[in-house]
């Protein structure tokens, strides 16, 4: 019996730290959206065909419903804010484990590109912390295990709020049969700007003026000209390895920001080098900042802000035209005249005159914040 002491004593050390663990996360940890969206993903009776990967754009953008509509497929958004190159293999990899892929569509935003993007820590790991499945946990902590915390490994310590009010809201939700049935009225999404349609998309409601944040730009400006970093690059690189295994295709676009922050920030600079890796990589890229304004017709007060998060009628228009691009893709008859501007050039000319004749509208409304 003294030789199993030892033993026991570390048994009963793990079980109360779990025990510990998993009442902070039930006090403190809101139920969020991924913890939905997971439980669309894994559990599901409808197997998805075709899923989009991205962050914060692509989940205001990318309405997956025309997709769905054109290509008749059963298409749905992985899009999350914050979420890095590497969260979308691993991501990729959780909706492998239960659905028969087809397609994935990477929505490429360059922030995510040219900014390094470190594994395992707690405010960067929000993602894996809501993973399903065991067998990628584990992988993701042998992947990073140099870089890995602790707090992150078991419990959900990065969305603490330890606020008496926030406490008491999350005990408030978590006893609810919303949240018991994983209904997205179970799950607190402060950040989403406007109401869950479905398929994993939030439409974002806008102003009808020009957004705010123009600071955003001017921030952003002093990075436009880095290079893509090698995180973000091995990443997608294994995405794109996962998915040649699997027999998926894989398609890379950019959804379009709003025009002012694509002319000030040079989304030249920034197709040019996603392009030239996409191609090395032997994937098919389509930069829809560059849009004919008769086909996305499209101006700043059709974003909620600088930043280049779409919202209101343009998601549905911009979604259709891709849903339109990815049908032409699929039946060899895509024509790049037909979607896109020759050069930014052609199209910082021409958007203006082209929008106000398309839509009738002014190319400026009301004031930016």
């Not at 707090?151 to 999350?170: C, E, W």
């Not at 179970?186 to 109401?195: K, V």
């Not at 294994?238 to 295994?245: F, G, T, V």
Request: hydrophobic share 35%.
């Amino acid at each position: 019996m003294k030789r199993c002491a030892p033993y026991l004593r570390i048994v009963a050390f793990v079980a109360i730290v779990v025990l510990s663990v998993s009442g902070l996360d039930y006090l403190l940890a809101p139920s969020g959206y991924i913890r939905y969206l997971m439980h669309q993903v894994t559990e599901s009776d409808q197997n998805m065909d075709l899923i989009f990967l991205g962050a914060s754009h692509t989940r205001s953008a990318i309405n997956p419903q025309p997709v769905a509509d054109k290509l008749n497929v059963n298409a749905y958004s992985l899009g999350i804010p914050g979420e890095t190159v590497l969260d979308s293999y691993y991501l990729t990899e959780q909706a492998l484990e239960h659905n028969d892929i087809k397609t994935v569509v990477y929505d490429a935003d360059f922030q995510y590109w040219i900014i390094p993007q470190m594994s395992g820590q707690v405010y960067q790991s929000f993602v894996y912390s809501q993973l399903q499945s065991p067998k990628i946990k584990l992988e993701y902590i042998k992947n990073n295990r140099n870089t890995m915390e602790f707090r992150t490994v078991i419990g959900h310590r990065s969305s603490y709020d330890m606020s008496l009010s926030g406490i008491k809201q999350n005990l408030s939700m978590k006893k609810s049969a919303e949240y018991k049935n994983y209904s997205i009225d179970g799950a607190l999404t402060p950040d989403a700007n406007g109401p869950y349609v479905g398929r994993g998309f939030f439409l974002r409601e806008l102003s009808g003026n020009e957004p705010g944040g123009k600071d955003f730009v001017v921030q952003t400006y002093a990075q436009c000209h880095e290079p893509l970093t090698d995180s973000a690059k091995d990443a997608f690189a294994r995405i794109k390895a996962l998915c040649d295994e699997k027999g998926i295709e894989l398609i890379a676009v950019t959804s379009p920001i709003d025009p002012t922050a694509c002319e000030v920030i040079d989304m030249q600079f920034q197709h040019d080098q996603l392009n030239a890796f996409f191609e090395s990589q032997g994937v098919k890229y389509y930069d829809f900042n560059m849009a004919l304004e008769t086909v996305v017709p499209r101006r700043d007060a059709d974003y909620g802000d600088y930043e280049g998060h779409m919202g209101g009628e343009l998601t549905t228009i911009y979604s259709t035209q891709l849903a339109n691009l990815l049908s032409d893709v699929k039946n060899g008859t895509y024509d790049a005249s037909k979607y896109f501007y020759s050069s930014f050039a052609d199209m910082y000319a021409n958007m203006q005159k082209d929008y106000e004749k398309t839509t009738g509208l002014s190319w400026h409304v009301g004031e930016g914040a």
